[in-house]
């Protein structure tokens, strides 16, 4: 069991690190807006993004009642799971496609940042921080709706239109009798059902 003093400074070190993951955030947020294609997509995104600002500013809140200077410390696994998410997405060539590694990348940090935020406000609460605790709650609910809110989306269309293109793949799963038989045919829906802009 780590001491109260080491985990005081184990809070603090998350806290730099959060910090740092969002800042990362507000950069990778809008290259992902500017390369998404759906409507819905782009929204929760912009919103998220919002939000993350907001998320910047209450911890900048958490430095003042902890009495430490407004700091980050690198945060290598948000910078890991932005590249590797723009490596991906670099190579869809199809909207639909993109769209769903888009929401894919997107999710991985907000499971990152669920995983941060729900430990320091354990640990907060232990060490009877319980203001700082509460502004770490408060976002960690922000996390999880932005969270749901992607999984809506690409349980609605995204994924379903990712599984219909490509190179013939699903004719393959067709005849294979797999699930993604359902998911191409209702891929097929016209593009005012899907809530889906025009085709670039
Ligand atoms: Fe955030």
């Not at 932005?82 to 997405?89: H, K, L, Q």
């Not at 349980?155 to 294979?176: H, I, L, P, T, Y």
Request: charged share 35%.
């Amino acid at each position: 069991m780590p001491t109260m003093d080491s985990l005081e400074d184990l809070l603090k070190d998350e806290i730099k690190d959060i910090y740092d993951a969002e800042k990362q955030l507000t950069k990778a947020l809008p290259k992902l807006i500017k390369k998404a294609t759906a409507d819905d997509l782009k929204a929760a995104l912009q919103n998220h993004l919002q939000e993350t600002e907001e998320h910047i500013a209450r911890l900048e809140q958490v430095f003042d009642l902890m009495q430490m200077p407004p700091r980050g410390k690198k945060c290598e696994g948000m910078q890991h799971l932005i590249e590797e998410g723009n490596d991906m997405i670099g190579e869809c060539e199809e909207d639909g496609t993109r769209d769903a590694v888009i929401i894919a990348a997107a999710q991985k940090c907000e499971h990152y940042e669920i995983a941060s935020y729900g430990t320091i406000r354990v640990w907060a609460n232990l060490l009877d921080h319980t203001d700082v605790a509460s502004i770490f709650e408060d976002t960690l609910e922000e996390e999880k709706n932005a969270d749901l809110k992607l999984t809506e989306i690409a349980e609605s269309f995204v994924n379903e239109e990712a599984a219909s293109e490509g190179d013939g793949d699903e004719e393959e799963e067709e005849e294979e009798g797999k699930t993604m038989k359902v998911a191409a045919s209702r891929s097929r829906r016209p593009a005012a059902a899907t809530g889906r802009k025009a085709r670039r």
